[in-house]
């Protein structure tokens, strides 16, 4: 309920007569109002310095009912007092839109609250309590306030939209002989009823709210009241998009909070998709465009209706249709666009960056003028309209009561706000301009079925050569025109998409669409060059995926932009492709150039990521669910800047590795939480990196190497940290609807695949300067903290710098090193007339190798060699110690540069393992091996 405590600071005493007596002059219903009393002039300056809160309307009220008022006509007059005394404040004060607002809202709240308890201990009385045959409990009537009740923002001479529900079925049960039982949906009916006349009779007093019903299950047509399964049964079966627009403001005003609960359970599936619902656009987009055809209509008729400040060109609703796309569209994924409250929306869609924050503050200031301007309309005789008057004296009035000195300034500034609000309006709702060459939209799936022969001359389209005599021949032609060089084969492969059981099968509306953008693709792939075919094959296994979600063809039809990237990035990257398809939802990410483009905010990134899974505690499936869904959307950035050259493989793989130290650090946390039993708030463990993110060399789709650490003294840490570690593994690894996090191997620990899935610092220490084998030691040179326990984290750095600064032998080292490497080259033998970046001689183990020989060789006396900063600049610090020939060195780390670069190359295009012709790296490869043979040399020597 809102219960805003609003406090007039411009009218107390005295002078709220002087301004009452100013408002007169302008409001005909004040006027009327005070000359129908004498007393009602100190009325009206009693209430100068009060705050409009429910508990001065309870006191006011009582003080009606004392003088002995029935309720209905002691709320009537109470409504007339509070809607004087805003007027009179909001005209002193030149416009306070939150207190008209908050006001009216709170008043609506208090009276149905109040009139509710009153009819509903009479019917009691008469007819015992409902109960439900379910749950043999007491039955309340549930009131949900709908459209601005509901989003809080209620005018002063707005009706209101309810709707009515109970429960469960059931009967009363009379404790008289005089009761008489009544079914509890005929209960329910009678308490409705009365409400209604309560609330909205007109008498003497006039009305208390106009009440409106149309928004319940089957509009007038159906029962005044409904069940929650009733509401449940409708919503499912029939309810229709509309109705998800008006229901995103139902809002309970009355009833049992367990009962609101469970219909809310019920309602916001309805309301809110799982999934990005860009179908809500054209669902809105229909439905406007009916409304502006009536308000057309009428004011073709009456021109005097004409400037409707609700529904003409830039009006309210146009505004209130901005707000609330946003929320079908995203709500499903984003709790904080669930808000009722239009300006509360506008708000979060600056703060999430939906919206440029200036857009958003012209938005705010014309809806703010807007509906100053439909309050002062209303003020003039207490009725409900949105249209200003045909009359110039009553247009002067208006005119004034915005403060301006004369109707020319308001309607000129009315048409400025208008203008805001249709220019935002229409780059969010009006009809998308396709691709180049591509149908006009009308043209293009929209229609119940094919519309043949309707394609521009210039491009014909697929369309009339899928209904083709000879489908392929006609198909092939067409391609052929757009400059496809192996046109049949491309030809072949859209004419079994079409001729495929899954199309087939799909609604005829969504066929429609998935032909319509394969048409709009096809200029853009055309373009494509050698790519042609290939890109073809990807876009249409992408469409086939997808096609069943019509919200993926209703996003792509509506931004042909986000069309347009999907083909860059399949003519770029099969390892693109492929993510896509498998993770569609991401086709949201393709919208807006400032986040696709913009450099990581890794700080805000945790903070994000923190405040979703926070948002769901005790949800493991949503959680594991919004740990992959950001990470997919981040690599998805980084990818498109990626393939746009926005970035250098080294700085890929640093915003990777960071990215999956976040996710890695977040989920510790995460499941930690879910331990029923867990004896510290903070667990005191930590996970280490091996490998590739280790080193900060981590590519799209690596797996993480990881071990896992603890230090804690209590008798259940070792059973909670390694239940820590299993669920970990389990978080990362399980297939939900979203996909996977990463594939975890941790075969490094100590003992291996015998060892313990989690050790205490103290015994990794032991392990590492007693048992490990220098394997283990080579591996640790790419090693280091990644999440959890900070002081952990500083104990394991401790311990790598201690071990990889140990004096070593070099004989020995040396055919440690080279044994290993030998058994690496059996175990992954050459492929003919193939060269393998990784695994070859003279590739990039090599290079590995040799860097860690010589770090542990050599960082007894140069400790610099331990630091964190990768294989190239540890070549060329070698290099520079005189541990290697300079030059050699530098050449070598260019090898290594040059084979990340094309490694990355093959990932790109899905390749699992990155083969290149051996002449491609002949160089590289021959300074790689002399630089092999120089240090092994020397070492051997040594």
């Known amino acids: 309920m809102t219960n805003s405590s609003l406090t007039s600071t411009n009218a107390s005493g005295s002078d709220a007569h002087d301004f009452s007596a100013n408002a007169s002059m302008t409001s005909r219903f004040l006027t009327r109002w005070l000359a129908a009393d004498p007393a009602r002039a100190g009325q009206l300056a009693d209430m100068g310095g009060l705050s409009l809160t429910p508990s001065l309307f309870a006191?006011?009220?009582?003080?009606?009912?004392?003088?002995?008022?029935?309720?209905?006509?002691?709320?009537?007059?109470l409504r007339n007092l509070l809607l004087s005394t805003l007027i009179t404040r909001d005209l002193a004060s030149g416009g306070d839109l939150p207190q008209v607002v908050d006001t009216m809202t709170a008043f609506a709240e208090?009276?149905?609250?109040?009139?509710?308890?009153?009819?509903?201990?009479?019917?009691?009385?008469?007819?015992?309590?409902?109960?439900?045959?379910?749950?043999?409990?007491?039955?309340?009537?549930?009131?949900?306030?709908?459209?601005?009740?509901?989003?809080?923002?209620?005018?002063?001479?707005?009706?209101?939209?309810?709707?009515?529900?109970?429960?469960?079925?059931?009967?009363?049960?009379?404790?008289?002989?005089?009761?008489?039982?009544l079914s509890n949906h005929e209960f329910f009916i009678r308490l409705g009823r009365r409400l209604i006349g309560d609330l909205s009779e007109i008498t003497q007093d006039g009305f208390t709210f106009r009440v409106d019903m149309a928004l319940r299950p089957n509009g007038n047509a159906g029962p005044l009241v409904a069940s929650i399964n009733m509401v449940e049964e409708y919503l499912l079966v029939q309810g229709r998009e509309w109705e998800r627009y008006a229901w995103v403001k139902a809002r309970a005003i009355c009833g049992a909070p367990a009962d609101i609960a469970s219909l809310d359970s019920v309602v916001q599936p309805f309301v809110y998709r799982r999934y990005l619902d860009f179908g809500s656009i054209d669902a809105l987009r229909g439905m406007h465009a009916q409304i502006r055809a009536e308000v057309t209509r009428v004011e073709a008729r009456h021109p005097e209706r004409s400037n409707n400040v609700k529904l003409g060109r830039g009006g309210i609703r146009e505004l209130e249709f901005l707000a609330q796309v946003f929320q079908l569209i995203r709500g499903g994924r984003d709790a904080d666009l669930r808000s009722r409250s239009t300006r509360s929306i506008l708000q979060s869609l600056a703060d999430k960056q939906l919206l440029e924050p200036d857009v958003v503050s012209q938005l705010l200031h014309a809806y703010t003028f807007?509906?100053?301007?439909?309050?002062?309309?209303?003020?003039?005789?207490?009725?409900?309209?949105?249209?200003?008057?045909?009359?110039?004296?009553?247009?002067?009035?208006i005119a004034r009561m915005m403060g301006y000195a004369d109707t020319a300034g308001l309607l000129a500034e009315l048409d400025r706000q208008r203008q805001v609000v249709s220019t935002q309006f229409d780059a969010i709702f009006a009809e998308k301009e396709s691709p180049a060459g591509a149908q006009p939209r009308s043209q293009t799936g929209f229609q119940p079925g094919f519309q043949p022969g309707t394609q521009p001359a210039a491009y014909p389209g697929i369309h009339d050569a899928l209904l083709a005599d000879d489908p392929l021949d006609a198909l092939e032609a067409v391609l052929s025109r757009l400059g496809f060089t192996e046109a049949h084969e491309a030809a072949r492969r859209l004419l079994s998409t079409w001729q495929s059981t899954r199309l087939q099968a799909l609604p005829v509306i969504s066929r429609n669409r998935l032909i319509a953008l394969v048409n709009a693709a096809l200029p853009l792939l055309a373009d494509c060059g050698a790519m042609q075919l290939?890109?073809?094959?990807?876009?249409?296994?992408?469409?086939?995926?997808?096609?069943?979600?019509?919200?993926?063809?209703?996003?792509?039809?509506?931004?042909?932009h986000a069309l347009q990237r999907v083909v860059r990035m399949m003519s770029t990257s099969d390892w693109a492709a492929k993510y896509l398809t498998r993770h569609p939802i991401l086709l949201d990410e393709l919208l807006d150039d400032r986040t696709l483009r913009a450099a990581p905010d890794w700080p805000a990134f945790r903070l994000e990521l923190q405040r979703q899974l926070a948002a769901t505690p005790g949800d493991t499936e949503r959680q594991m669910d919004t740990?992959?869904?950001?990470?997919?959307?981040?690599?998805?950035?980084?990818?498109?800047?990626?393939?746009?050259?926005?970035?250098?493989?080294?700085?890929?793989?640093?915003?990777?590795?960071?990215?999956?130290?976040?996710?890695?650090?977040?989920?510790?946390?995460?499941?930690?939480?879910?331990?029923?039993?867990?004896?510290?708030?903070?667990?005191?463990?930590a996970v280490i990196a091996y490998g590739k993110l280790g080193g900060k060399e981590l590519g799209y789709s690596s797996d993480l190497d990881v071990i896992f650490l603890f230090e804690d003294d209590d008798p259940e840490a070792p059973a909670q940290y390694a239940k820590l570690a299993q669920r970990f593994i389990t978080w990362m690894t399980s297939h939900t609807p979203a996909g996977i996090l990463f594939d975890i191997?941790?075969?490094?620990?100590?003992?291996?695949?015998?060892?313990?899935?989690?050790?205490?610092?103290?015994?990794?220490?032991?392990?590492?300067?007693?048992?490990?084998?220098?394997?283990?030691?080579?591996?640790?040179?790419?090693?280091?903290?990644?999440?959890?326990?900070?002081?952990?984290?500083?104990?394991?750095?401790?311990?790598?710098?201690?071990?990889?600064?140990?004096?070593?032998?070099?004989?020995?080292?040396?055919?440690?090193?080279?044994?290993?490497?030998d058994k690496m080259t059996r175990a992954h033998p050459a492929k003919e007339g193939r060269f393998d970046l990784k695994q070859d001689r003279g590739?990039?183990?090599?290079?590995?190798?040799?860097?860690?020989?010589?770090?542990?060789?050599?960082?007894?006396?140069?400790?610099?060699?331990?630091?964190?900063?990768?294989?190239?600049?540890?070549?060329?610090?070698?290099?520079?110690?005189?541990?290697?020939?300079?030059?050699?060195?530098?050449?070598?780390?260019?090898?290594?540069?040059?084979?990340?670069?094309?490694?990355h190359h093959a990932r790109l295009q899905g390749e699992e393992q990155a083969l290149v012709a051996p002449e491609r790296i002949a160089t590289e490869a021959l300074a790689v091996q002399q630089l092999w043979d120089s240090v092994f040399g020397e070492a051997a020597s040594a």
């Open 370 to 397: 807007l509906r100053n301007l439909e309050h002062r309309l209303q003020y003039l005789d207490d009725a409900q309209t949105h249209t200003l008057p045909a009359s110039e004296p009553d247009q002067l009035i």
């Open 627 to 685: 740990l992959r869904e950001m990470h997919h959307a981040q690599t998805l950035r980084l990818l498109a800047q990626d393939i746009e050259g926005d970035l250098s493989v080294e700085r890929l793989a640093d915003h990777l590795s960071t990215l999956a130290d976040i996710l890695v650090d977040q989920t510790v946390l995460a499941v930690w939480n879910t331990l029923p039993q867990r004896h510290c708030e903070i667990p005191k463990f």
């Open 534 to 560: 290939i890109t073809l094959h990807r876009l249409l296994d992408f469409m086939e995926t997808v096609a069943r979600r019509a919200a993926y063809l209703a996003l792509l039809t509506e931004y042909p």
């Open 745 to 821: 191997d941790i075969a490094l620990r100590p003992d291996g695949a015998s060892g313990l899935l989690v050790s205490t610092i103290a015994a990794f220490e032991k392990y590492q300067l007693k048992s490990a084998w220098i394997w283990e030691h080579q591996a640790l040179t790419r090693a280091r903290f990644c999440a959890g326990d900070t002081n952990i984290g500083q104990r394991f750095e401790l311990l790598r710098l201690d071990v990889l600064r140990q004096p070593r032998e070099a004989a020995p080292l040396l055919q440690e090193v080279r044994t290993m490497r």
């Open 59 to 77: 006191r006011l009220l009582q003080k009606e009912i004392s003088a002995g008022l029935a309720l209905p006509r002691a709320m009537r007059r």
């Open 843 to 903: 590739g990039m183990i090599d290079i590995e190798f040799i860097v860690q020989y010589l770090v542990l060789r050599h960082a007894s006396a140069s400790p610099q060699l331990t630091d964190d900063i990768g294989n190239i600049a540890l070549l060329k610090l070698a290099g520079e110690l005189g541990l290697i020939d300079a030059a050699l060195a530098g050449t070598a780390a260019d090898a290594y540069r040059v084979y990340r670069k094309l490694q």
């Open 110 to 181: 208090f009276a149905l609250q109040t009139h509710v308890a009153a009819l509903t201990a009479e019917l009691h009385a008469l007819h015992g309590v409902p109960t439900g045959d379910d749950s043999g409990l007491p039955q309340a009537l549930i009131v949900l306030g709908m459209g601005k009740l509901g989003g809080g923002e209620l005018n002063v001479s707005s009706d209101i939209d309810l709707i009515f529900v109970y429960p469960e079925d059931g009967d009363t049960r009379p404790t008289s002989p005089q009761q008489r039982s």
